[in-house]
């Protein structure tokens, strides 16, 4: 069996396969990630990846048509010799048996890298090429914390950058399960800290995230954490920018319904452990929010859904200025409530 494990992939290729596995299967459902590491492990392979000789892109659908086409070009000796190199895509119609052709002939200096998406385990191309001494196959999917600290480390020093642990930790609980947005926004941080030689907590801010949304986050929290004179500095500054009040009744609305949910299904815990399982929570919101659910008991919580319910209500059937006045009130109200408590 040549089945790689998903946490010893990264590893593999930075030392470089086993020269015997001539063919190697990149699959799994994290597709930035297996496209990252197909187009690494057929450009390593060859001197200059530009060259039409030495690298060949081939499309599954073309070798469905033709299944004896992928053994040939394997079999084909460059114009100038050298290492060749073969990188598969896969369309909508199977190949296998074009896979399985390449697999019985005699292939000297290339390497073919099949590039797929999501396979089962009992799949035929995943099967045939886990039970080959001539394949590897290679899982891909998205990444755990460990791994996303990796690649955060690995693309930032490639730019000579280091970054503090804070600001990792950060910029990972941001980042999505597909590899290529991950590596988007890290080029996107590592372009903003040109010239610096840490990235830190502020650049990680600055870069990831709306700002609108933040403010609203803030106000929220304001609201929450018993802190009116935050909250009606906030509610003047979106009346200003001419923000919708019932989007901001509304969104108080959910976070309240949040707090609710996470108060009655953690009973018994610490407020920082319910906090930690706070889905999609913003790491820079973890303190109000372990704050807020220390502060608030379910009763209390669902008089306050009441009353927001009844606010978004009323801002649906007053006038644009009316409804601003809803939305500060209600705010305002809950916020004194929250700091009396």
């Keep these: 069996m040549t089945a790689v494990r998903a946490g010893d992939a990264d590893a593999l290729i930075r030392r470089g396969p086993d020269p ?10 994290d597709t930035g990630l297996v496209a990252e590491r197909a187009k690494q492990l057929a ?24 299944p004896g086409r992928l053994a040939d070009e394997a079999g084909t000796v460059g114009l100038f010799g050298g290492r060749r190199a073969i990188r ?47 394949a590897l196959a290679i899982p891909c999917y998205p990444d755990d914390a460990r791994a996303l600290a990796d690649l955060i480390d690995r693309t930032l020093r490639e730019q000579g950058l280091g970054i503090d642990r804070e600001a990792r930790e950060a910029l990972a609980a941001n980042l999505g399960s597909d590899r290529r947005a991950s ?10 800290a040109a010239g610096k030689d840490r990235v830190t907590i502020e650049d990680v801010e600055a870069v990831v995230g709306d700002a609108s949304a933040g403010l609203l986050n803030a106000v929220i929290d304001a609201t929450f954490a ?33 707090l609710l949910a996470t108060r009655l299904e953690g009973e018994g815990k610490s407020p920082s452990a319910l906090a930690a399982g ?16 220390a502060r608030w008991s379910p009763a209390s919580l669902q ?39």
Excluded at 107 to 118: L, S
Excluded at 232 to 252: K, M, N, T, W, Y
Aim: glycine residues 8%; hydrophobic residues 45%; contains cysteine.
């Design 20 to 29: 015997r596995c001539f063919l190697i299967l990149v699959y799994g459902t």
């Design 183 to 192: 590596l988007s926004e890290i080029g996107k941080l590592a372009l903003y």
């Design 226 to 258: 018993g802190q009116p004179a935050e909250v009606d500095r906030g509610c003047r500054r979106f009346r200003h920018e001419g923000l919708d009040p019932g989007v901001i009744v509304g969104s108080a609305l959910r976070h309240a319904l949040t």
């Design 88 to 134: 598969v895509r896969a369309g909508s119609k199977p190949f296998v048996a074009a896979v399985e052709a390449a697999l019985g002939a005699t292939v000297a200096e290339t390497r073919i890298v099949v590039e797929a998406g999501d396979l089962a385990r009992n799949n035929p191309m995943r099967t045939l090429c886990e039970g080959s001494a001539s």
């Design 43 to 66: 450009e390593s392979f060859v001197a200059d990846p530009g060259d039409p000789f030495a690298f060949i892109l081939l499309d599954g659908d073309t070798l469905a048509a033709d």
């Design 278 to 293: 706070w889905r999609g929570l913003h790491f820079s919101r973890k303190a109000s929010v372990e704050a807020q659910l």
């Design 303 to 341: 008089r306050a859904v009441t009353l927001l319910h009844e606010t978004v209500l009323a801002c649906r059937r007053a006038s644009p200025d009316l409804a601003a006045a809803h939305a500060s009130a209600v705010l305002l109200r809950i916020a004194e409530g929250a700091r009396r408590s």
